[in-house]
């Protein structure tokens, strides 16, 4: 009887706390947050009035499907090599210069974004910005925050630049009345201007308070700070090792790692070798100096201290063996996983040596290390698993030997171009015109474009589903009915009084900024989907109560929750820059906080000129 007489607008913000909460402290991975909201709703029906169909209505949304269709023309795209071709045209461009530099970064990155998903954008560019700040030698942290801003910035350019415009379309269908979504290019000069705005900053004040976290040119060995856990051993004659081969001395010491054997001038790589170890060779390990010196005196091996071991002993001779740093993706298998549980080790012949984790380091208790998304990884790999990582999407590689070699290796063997570009290209151009002339809905035109990608040979089936991050896909599709339980209930009013009430003491300008900064600072925290669904009914609802410009503060939301540059969760392309930029999350609060305050001014002042109030 108790629990009937509670109000049905206090179940939902009380299932919107927790869900705040969750995603917050991210106790469990946001699109399995969403799932369980889904399951809530349901169960709590007669509090929520979500049955069962309009708690599954976000995967038959035209917003999610049309997000699905996205990712796989990105990765047509993608697939052509045209984004990494211009990378290598970056590099020519700059010259060494540490200003050209840092131009062409933004310049490029954004447009580019515009059109095509940023994240694998930014996922080629990583390795790419960081050879430019070798040649330039300044330190990359330098380039790696502005090609994460200027991505998100290039999203403002046009309704398919980010996930969150296509689902503010969407809620202008359905709660807007007159409005059959947002026009492919209707926001366009708005967008223009703010990235215009936004690049100004980052090259001026952005590039003046953005750290050297990373040194110029630093060796990995030393970025790492791994001096002490790499080691050189000699092979005496009366060694126990000799005769052991490189499989069964792993067995035997786990705490200890052989990475390389070095013989007569020729060295191969150690992990999963069955050679045999001989009197005379000089073995490359791993491990902390504890457990490096217990071994050696057991072994009877002696420490060449003369001849630290540095990135150089890993590339100075061809192995089969390569010293790489990648990241762990958000959307990645791995997260979750302990070092030990991936398999790195046992199925793709590849030791973590060390973690970085924003500022902290992790060298010890490798294999009982649970990843997390943004990690940096630096890894003894081989060239086969690095393109299974790469071709799967379990770690983004950002440095690796086969990217230091810009300046010397022909283009065509670094960048090559698939013979599809052009068709490729001419199809994602065809979705976007079809769009803009109101031809067909997006959601069709994406969709026909997939169809014809894949028909002519851009992509196949299985790279275009590879290509969607599912993870994203869920969040959208958990949160959709999250929404729709707030305006069912009155919630979205409840919310929206407030800024009601503020328009007695500030002018109707005042609200729309108020309402900007805080879909901003949300979107900082939980993610800009979820920040679209819960405050986009909330502003929309507040214009109305006011007599003002619905469409207007809808656009409010949609660029505050697109433009998340304080924190390196809000976005995924600040985290994926995160690790190999070596920042701290006080960096992103620095650089981002005023980039953010200064773009909510001009989009707010921009909303009321061009679409009044």
């Given at each position: 009887?108790?629990?009937?007489?509670?109000?049905?607008?206090?179940?939902?913000?009380?299932?919107?706390?927790?869900?705040?909460?969750?995603?917050?402290?991210?106790?469990?991975?946001?699109?399995?947050?969403?799932?369980?909201?889904?399951?809530?709703?349901?169960?709590?029906?007669?509090?929520?009035?979500?049955?069962?169909?309009?708690?599954?209505?976000?995967?038959?949304?035209?917003?999610?499907?049309?997000?699905?269709?996205m990712?796989?023309?990105s990765?047509?795209?993608?697939?052509?090599?045209?984004?990494?071709?211009?990378?290598?045209?970056?590099?020519?461009?700059?010259?060494?210069?540490?200003?050209?530099?840092?131009?062409?970064?933004?310049?490029a990155?954004?447009?580019?974004?515009?059109f095509?998903?940023?994240?694998?954008?930014v996922?080629?560019?990583?390795?790419?910005?960081?050879?430019l700040?070798?040649?330039?030698n300044?330190s990359?942290?330098?380039?790696?925050?502005?090609?994460s801003?200027?991505?998100?910035?290039?999203?403002?350019?046009?309704?398919?630049?980010?996930?969150?415009?296509?689902l503010?379309?969407?809620?202008?269908?359905?709660?807007?009345?007159?409005?059959?979504?947002?026009?492919?290019?209707?926001?366009?000069?708005?967008?223009?201007?703010l990235?215009?705005?936004?690049l100004?900053?980052?090259?001026t004040?952005?590039w003046?308070?953005?750290?050297?976290?990373i040194?110029?040119d630093?060796?990995?060995?030393?970025?790492?700070?791994?001096?002490?856990?790499?080691?050189?051993?000699q092979?005496?004659?009366d060694?126990?090792?000799?005769?052991?081969?490189?499989?069964?001395?792993?067995?035997?010491?786990?705490?200890?790692?052989?990475l390389?054997?070095?013989?007569?001038?020729?060295?191969?790589?150690?992990?999963?070798?069955?050679?045999?170890i001989?009197?005379?060779?000089?073995?490359?390990?791993?491990?902390?100096?504890?457990?490096?010196?217990?071994?050696?005196?057991?072994?009877?091996?002696?420490?060449?201290?003369?001849?630290?071991?540095?990135?150089?002993?890993?590339e100075s001779?061809?192995?089969?063996?390569?010293?790489?740093?990648?990241?762990?993706?958000e959307?990645?298998?791995?997260?979750?996983?302990?070092?030990?549980?991936?398999?790195?080790?046992?199925?793709?012949?590849?030791?973590?040596?060390?973690v970085?984790?924003?500022?902290?380091?992790?060298?010890?208790?490798?294999?009982?290390?649970?990843?997390?998304?943004?990690?940096?990884?630096?890894?003894?790999?081989?060239?086969?698993?690095?393109?299974y990582?790469?071709?799967?999407?379990?770690?983004?590689?950002?440095?690796?030997?086969?990217?230091?070699?810009?300046?010397?290796?022909?283009?065509?063997?670094?960048?090559?171009?698939?013979?599809?570009?052009?068709?490729?290209?001419?199809?994602?151009?065809?979705?976007?015109?079809?769009?803009?002339?109101?031809?067909?809905?997006?959601?069709?035109?994406?969709?026909?474009?997939?169809?014809?990608?894949?028909?002519?040979?851009?992509?196949?089936?299985?790279?275009?589903?590879?290509?969607?991050?599912?993870?994203?896909?869920?969040?959208?599709?958990g949160?959709?009915?999250?929404?729709?339980?707030?305006?069912?209930?009155?919630?979205?009013?409840?919310?929206?009084?407030?800024?009601?009430?503020?328009?007695?003491?500030m002018?109707?300008?005042?609200?729309l900024?108020?309402?900007?900064?805080?879909?901003?600072?949300?979107?900082s925290?939980?993610?800009?989907?979820?920040?679209?669904?819960?405050?986009?009914?909330?502003?929309?609802?507040?214009?109305?109560?006011?007599?003002?410009?619905?469409?207007a503060?809808?656009?409010?939301?949609?660029?505050?929750?697109?433009?998340?540059?304080?924190?390196?969760?809000?976005y995924?392309?600040n985290?994926?820059v995160?690790?190999?930029?070596?920042?701290?999350?006080?960096?992103?609060?620095?650089?981002?906080?005023?980039?953010?305050l200064?773009?909510?001014?001009?989009?707010t002042?921009?909303?009321?000129?061009?679409?009044?109030?």
């Amino acid at each position: 009887m108790f629990f009937s007489e509670i109000p049905g607008v206090a179940v939902v913000f009380l299932l919107v706390l927790v869900t705040l909460i969750a995603f917050i402290t991210e106790i469990l991975p946001n699109d399995i947050t969403a799932i369980a909201v889904v399951t809530a709703l349901v169960v709590l029906e007669p509090w929520t009035t979500v049955g069962a169909s309009d708690a599954i209505s976000g995967f038959a949304n035209p917003a999610t499907v049309t997000i699905i269709a996205m990712y796989m023309l990105s990765a047509g795209i993608q697939d052509t090599g045209i984004v990494a071709r211009l990378g290598v045209y970056l590099a020519d461009f700059t010259a060494g210069q540490e200003f050209r530099a840092l131009v062409a970064t933004v310049c490029a990155t954004g447009p580019i974004a515009g059109f095509v998903n940023n994240t694998p954008v930014v996922a080629v560019f990583v390795p790419m910005v960081i050879e430019l700040a070798e040649n330039a030698n300044i330190s990359p942290s330098r380039l790696l925050l502005p090609l994460s801003y200027a991505a998100i910035l290039g999203g403002l350019l046009t309704l398919i630049g980010t996930s969150t415009n296509i689902l503010a379309s969407d809620f202008a269908r359905l709660l807007i009345d007159g409005r059959d979504g947002i026009g492919m290019f209707e926001f366009t000069g708005l967008g223009l201007v703010l990235f215009i705005v936004g690049l100004a900053y980052l090259l001026t004040v952005g590039w003046r308070l953005i750290p050297a976290r990373i040194p110029a040119d630093v060796d990995a060995v030393s970025e790492f700070d791994l001096d002490n856990y790499l080691t050189r051993l000699q092979v005496r004659p009366d060694s126990t090792v000799v005769g052991t081969s490189i499989d069964a001395f792993d067995e035997a010491h786990p705490d200890v790692r052989i990475l390389q054997v070095r013989r007569d001038g020729d060295a191969y790589a150690g992990p999963h070798s069955d050679r045999p170890i001989e009197a005379g060779d000089t073995l490359v390990v791993h491990g902390s100096l504890q457990a490096v010196n217990q071994f050696r005196e057991a072994a009877t091996l002696r420490q060449r201290v003369r001849d630290p071991v540095t990135e150089d002993t890993f590339e100075s001779t061809a192995t089969d063996g390569v010293l790489a740093k990648a990241v762990v993706p958000e959307h990645s298998a791995y997260v979750g996983e302990t070092v030990t549980e991936t398999g790195f080790r046992d199925y793709h012949r590849t030791t973590v040596l060390a973690v970085r984790r924003g500022g902290e380091l992790i060298r010890t208790d490798i294999p009982e290390t649970v990843l997390q998304p943004g990690d940096l990884l630096l890894m003894r790999t081989t060239p086969a698993s690095i393109r299974y990582f790469t071709d799967t999407g379990g770690l983004i590689v950002v440095d690796e030997s086969a990217f230091k070699r810009l300046a010397t290796t022909d283009i065509d063997e670094i960048a090559p171009l698939s013979t599809k570009t052009p068709v490729a290209v001419g199809i994602l151009a065809g979705v976007v015109l079809v769009a803009a002339l109101d031809l067909l809905p997006i959601v069709i035109a994406a969709l026909a474009g997939v169809v014809a990608m894949v028909v002519t040979g851009c992509l196949t089936p299985s790279d275009a589903y590879r290509a969607v991050s599912w993870n994203v896909v869920f969040l959208l599709a958990g949160v959709i009915p999250l929404g729709i339980a707030l305006e069912e209930t009155g919630g979205a009013a409840i919310v929206s009084g407030i800024l009601v009430s503020a328009a007695e003491i500030m002018p109707l300008i005042g609200v729309l900024f108020s309402l900007y900064v805080m879909a901003s600072l949300l979107a900082s925290v939980i993610t800009p989907v979820a920040t679209i669904v819960l405050m986009i009914p909330v502003g929309v609802d507040a214009a109305a109560r006011l007599g003002a410009n619905e469409f207007a503060f809808l656009l409010a939301v949609m660029f505050a929750s697109a433009t998340s540059f304080m924190t390196p969760v809000g976005y995924q392309t600040n985290l994926m820059v995160y690790g190999p930029g070596g920042y701290r999350f006080t960096d992103f609060l620095k650089v981002g906080g005023p980039l953010q305050l200064l773009l909510a001014v001009v989009a707010t002042v921009g909303i009321s000129l061009v679409w009044g109030l």
